[in-house]
T-cell receptor, first 111, second 115 residues
C-alpha cells in the first residue's frame, strides 16, 4: 500500500528557531512536494523536487528551504521560524503525471 | 497562468440529497483535473481524476465528475449524501509550469451533511 509519512503530526516551536519537517515515501517516486495549507487559501506549493538533490521553488518559497539527499526523503526547513509560518504542512509524492499521494500533515504552531 | 475556482466555500445538504460541488479552471493547455477529499486531521485522499480519457469520471465513495471543456468546469456530484461525506473537498489542476507536475489547488469547499 502506498505510504507517505511525516515525522510529526503536531509541532510547537519558538520564533527564531530552526525547524525541520521530514517526509518519507516508500513508493520509489521521483517527485516530492511540500505544500502549506491555510483556512480559506487552500494548498499552496512551497517547493518541489523531481530528483535527488534537485529542487524547484513553488509559489511561496520565501522563508523556507528544502533538502533531498535520498530519493525517499524530502525535508522542509524553516531557517528562522516566524509566527506567520504557523500552518498545516503537507508532503506529497508522485511519479510523472500520476496521482499525488499525501502524507497526514504536520500542524506547526510558532509562538 | 492556470487557476482553479471553487464556487462556495461551504455547502450544506441533508442526508440523501444531491451533492454538487462546483469547480472551474483556467488552463492554456489540456489539463489534468483532480478532486481530493480531506477528512478532519488527515491528509488529502484522491477521489477521482480526469486525464483526457472519458469526460465523465467515476471515483470512490459514489462520487463522479464531468469534464466540460466548453464551460471550463469539472463539477463534483454524488446522488445521495451520507453523513460520512462531511469533509473538505479540493479541486486541483496540473501545473504545466512545473516539470514535477505540481498541482494548483482551489481554496476548498467544506461539505456539511445534516440528518
Amino acid at each position: 500500500d502506498v505510504k507517505v509519512t511525516q515525522s510529526s503530526r503536531y509541532l510547537v516551536k519558538r520564533t527564531g528557531e530552526k525547524v525541520f519537517l521530514e517526509c518519507v515515501q516508500d513508493m520509489d517516486h521521483e517527485n516530492m512536494f511540500w505544500y502549506r495549507q491555510d483556512p480559506g487559501l487552500g494548498l499552496r506549493l512551497i517547493y518541489f523536487s523531481y530528483d535527488v538533490k534537485m529542487k524547484e521553488k513553488g509559489d511561496i518559497p520565501e522563508g523556507y528551504s528544502v533538502s533531498r539527499e535520498k530519493k525517499e526523503r524530502f525535508s522542509l526547513i524553516l531557517e528562522s521560524a516566524s509566527t506567520n509560518q504557523t500552518s498545516m504542512y503537507l508532503c506529497a509524492s508522485n511519479r510523472g503525471w500520476e496521482t499525488q499521494y499525501f502524507g497526514p500533515g504536520t500542524r506547526l504552531l510558532v509562538l | 497562468a492556470q487557476s482553479v475556482t471553487q464556487l462556495g466555500s461551504h455547502v450544506s445538504v441533508s442526508e440523501g440529497a444531491l451533492v454538487l460541488l462546483r469547480c472551474n479552471y483556467s488552463s492554456s493547455v489540456p489539463p489534468y483535473l483532480f478532486w481530493y477529499v480531506q477528512y478532519p486531521n488527515q491528509g488529502l485522499q484522491l477521489l477521482l481524476k480526469y486525464t483526457s480519457a472519458a469526460t465523465l469520471v467515476k471515483g470512490i465513495n459514489g462520487f463522479e465528475a464531468e469534464f466540460k471543456k466548453s464551460e471550463t468546469s469539472f463539477h463534483l456530484t454524488k446522488p445521495s449524501a451520507h453523513m460520512r461525506d462531511a469533509a473538505e473537498y479540493f479541486c486541483a489542476v496540473s501545473d504545466s509550469r512545473q516539470a514535477g507536475t505540481a498541482l494548483i489547488f482551489g481554496k476548498g469547499t467544506t461539505l456539511s451533511v445534516s440528518s
